[in-house]
């Protein structure tokens, strides 16, 4: 037993950054409990989700689209309609997306080639619970490297998302092509939020920057919250 809020790391097959995304998570108080893509239940002491990066089930169809109906993600989807915090980091943004627990859709990178660098981002919205450390106009610096992942939705649907404060980040230059140079969405609600770049490569300075961890460490503040309203 622990009195570290627990968070469910959801792994399928080609996952690839879950280890490091359980060793940052544990760096900024949680404890991470992996969950197999087969599962059909969460753990019950659960307080947040997290959608970690690679490349599930190989990118086969469109990346994201055969994990979206494993059956874990029934349970993320319950979790998600009863204000449970999800995240989605990078696959796990695409995976949200065609899930539609996330608006849009990630498509290849404009310049067709995969990227893999820092990136700085800079925050367009704080209505999300998993933003709660972060303030509006503030400037992050995170790793990106992918490459389908230049997000898109039609014109009406980005200008509701604006208007509602479900653009979270935008890249401050461009690096993939994606629509406004958004980096990062939330759902309506605000618990469910994706985003490409990787703040589980960015919690220590001696990586080049520790502002992943602002992110990751509001993740765990909305676990504690959420296991202790559902305790």
């Not at 097959?13 to 280890?19: A, C, K, L």
Request: proline share 6%; glycine share 12%; net charge negative.
């Amino acid at each position: 037993m622990t009195d570290r809020p627990v968070v469910a790391l959801v792994v399928f097959p080609g996952s690839n950054d879950d280890r490091d995304a359980a060793w940052a998570l544990g760096a900024v108080g949680a404890e991470p409990v992996f969950v197999w893509h087969a599962e059909h239940e969460l753990p019950p002491e659960t307080g947040a989700v997290v959608l970690p990066g690679g490349f599930s089930y190989g990118d086969y169809l469109r990346t994201g689209a055969i994990a979206s109906v494993a059956p874990a993600m029934d349970a993320v989807r319950r979790f998600a309609e009863r204000g449970g915090p999800v995240l989605g980091i990078c696959n796990g943004f695409q995976i949200l997306c065609e899930a539609r627990l996330l608006p849009g859709v990630l498509r290849p990178n404009r310049q067709l080639e995969f990227v893999c660098r820092d990136v700085t981002l800079r925050v367009e919205s704080t209505t999300s619970i998993l933003l709660g450390r972060c303030v509006v106009g503030q400037e992050l610096v995170i790793p990106v490297k992918h490459g389908e992942g230049a997000w898109y939705a039609d014109e009406g649907q980005f200008m509701q998302l604006v208007a509602r404060g479900q653009i979270a980040f935008r890249y401050t230059d461009d690096v993939n092509g994606s629509l406004g140079g958004v980096a990062g969405v939330t759902n309506l609600a605000g618990n469910v939020l994706g985003l490409m770049p990787h703040p589980e490569h960015a919690v220590d300075p001696l990586l080049g920057s520790a502002d992943g961890g602002l992110l990751l460490a509001a993740l765990v503040d909305a676990a504690a919250r959420h296991a202790y309203a559902v305790a």
